[in-house]
T-cell receptor, first 116, second 111 residues
Framework: GAVVSQHPSRVICKSGTSVKIECRSL??????MFWYRQFPKQSLMLMAT?????????EQGVEKDKFLINHASLTLSTLTVTSAHPEDSSFYIC????????????FGPGTRLTVL | GDSVTQMEGPVTLSEEAFLTINCTYT??????LFWYVQYPGEGLQLLLK?????DKGSNKGFEATYRKETTSFHLEKGSVQVSDSAVYFC??????????FGAGTRLFVKA
């Protein structure tokens, strides 16, 4: 069964509103989770690393005030897209590193965000 | 910087055909290489991996060999099934946790 869940799976919102996406590690505790963004027919791009109990680490070019990440517990990380615009429409995927090596990851099923 | 290039899809095959999906990479040092698969409506799953040159990863009839001399990690399967229809991602990790993905190749297998 799934070890990482995301909620919601799809969301449609109006421009200017904020949207929260949850990522849950179901089978084990995760001090670190990752957030990716995937445009149609393109690669997954790492947006940020979510760290339990501390601030997230953002990749270059990702606006931290736009994409708020909160890692409130060892099983939950949330990504909030603030003041969403149509260009934020995308597929957002979280992952949890696997084992002692962070090379392998368990992925969530993804959240399709559409901003009208 | 590090990058992964894989063949564009979609790839359409008949059942029992031979599959090759090409993947090449650019990286400093000695990365680990992966193939992930995404079935319709599901998240990505690790299909196979190789951590050093000449390693062969294999799983579910799929295999890929880490070729340092050609910087390649091509995915192969001798006889595909309809259930193999999915999107396949080649990826590398150069250490730590940062994983770089190829664009993905969609495979359609016809009965």
């Amino acid at each position: 069964g799934a070890v990482v869940s995301q909620h919601p799976s799809r969301v449609i919102c109006k421009s200017g509103t904020s949207v929260k996406i949850e990522c849950r590690s179901l089978d084990f505790q995760a001090t670190t989770m990752f957030w990716y963004r995937q445009f149609p027919k393109q690669s997954l791009m790492l947006m940020a690393t979510s760290n339990e109990g501390s601030k997230a680490t953002y990749e270059q070019g990702v606006e931290k005030d736009k994409f708020l990440i909160n890692h409130a517990s060892l099983t939950l990380s949330t990504l909030t897209v603030t003041s969403a615009h149509p260009e934020d429409s995308s597929f957002y995927i979280c992952s949890v590193p696997r084992g002692s090596s962070y090379n392998e990851q368990f992925f969530g099923p993804g959240t399709r965000l559409t901003v009208l | 910087g590090d990058s992964v290039t894989q063949m564009e899809g979609p790839v359409t095959l008949s059942e029992e055909a031979f599959l090759t999906i090409n993947c090449t990479y650019t990286a400093t040092g000695y990365p680990s290489l992966f193939w992930y698969v995404q079935y319709p409506g599901e998240g990505l799953q690790l299909l196979l991996k190789a951590t050093k040159a000449d390693d062969k990863g294999s799983n579910k009839g799929f295999e890929a060999t880490y070729r340092k001399e050609t910087t390649s990690f091509h995915l192969e399967k001798g006889s595909v099934q309809v259930s193999d229809s999915a999107v396949y991602f080649c990826a590398l990790s150069g250490g730590g946790f940062k994983t770089i993905f190829g664009a993905g190749t969609r495979l359609f297998v016809k009965a």
